[in-house]
């Protein structure tokens, strides 16, 4: 059986790293693009949980989006000169912690074996949070790019886990 509770962990320690990347930045930066062909540090801050909620509703349980209304903006679909009306910083971030949640609630349904076929849903779950947990990093590399080439901000250490290394430049999840 694959470590689904570990991996959990990591992915709490990936959203720790992104929350380092832009809690201490104004909202005015938040929501700052560097031209109209990129997106703002908040609209792949939304992005992370929307696509964290659609493979953890699509995956392992139906279930509404805990805000639809956000689902169209924060997905990579929208062209990005239109990913400009970015919903307050407090809305993304009741958002992202809503995301969280039911990925925490979903993956304990797993983990305790509250759901049909908890051998293959495991193995779903294995491979899902790797997959939320890198594609975490790969937008935090890009929330850096942004915070300390464009705002000017130092950054934080990278993440302290024997488990994540860099490759080609991006924090991932090599093994657990």
């Known amino acids: 059986m694959h470590d689904v509770e ?95 949640e039911r990925v925490h609630a979903r993956m304990g349904d797993i983990i305790s074996g509250r759901v049909q076929a908890g051998s293959q849903m495991n193995v779903i779950a294995a491979h899902l949070l790797t997959a939320l947990v890198n594609h975490e990093y790969q937008h935090d590399q890009w929330i850096s790019e942004v915070r300390a080439q464009n705002l000017g901000h130092a950054l934080p250490p990278d993440p302290d886990s024997d488990t994540v290394c860099r490759i080609d430049g991006y924090l991932v999840l090599d093994h657990v």
């Open 6 to 100: 570990a991996l959990l962990r990591e992915y709490d320690r990936a959203r720790a790293y992104t929350d380092d990347l832009w809690r201490d930045l104004g909202p005015d930066e938040v929501v700052w693009r560097p031209h109209e062909n990129s997106s703002a540090i908040g609209w792949h801050l939304g992005h992370q949980a929307h696509v964290a909620h659609f493979m953890v509703r699509n995956l392992t349980a139906a279930e509404p989006s805990p805000d639809p209304e956000l689902d169209a903006l924060l997905d990579s679909a929208q062209p990005e000169r239109l990913r400009g009306a970015l919903p307050t910083v407090q809305r993304l971030q009741d958002f992202r912690s809503a995301v969280a």
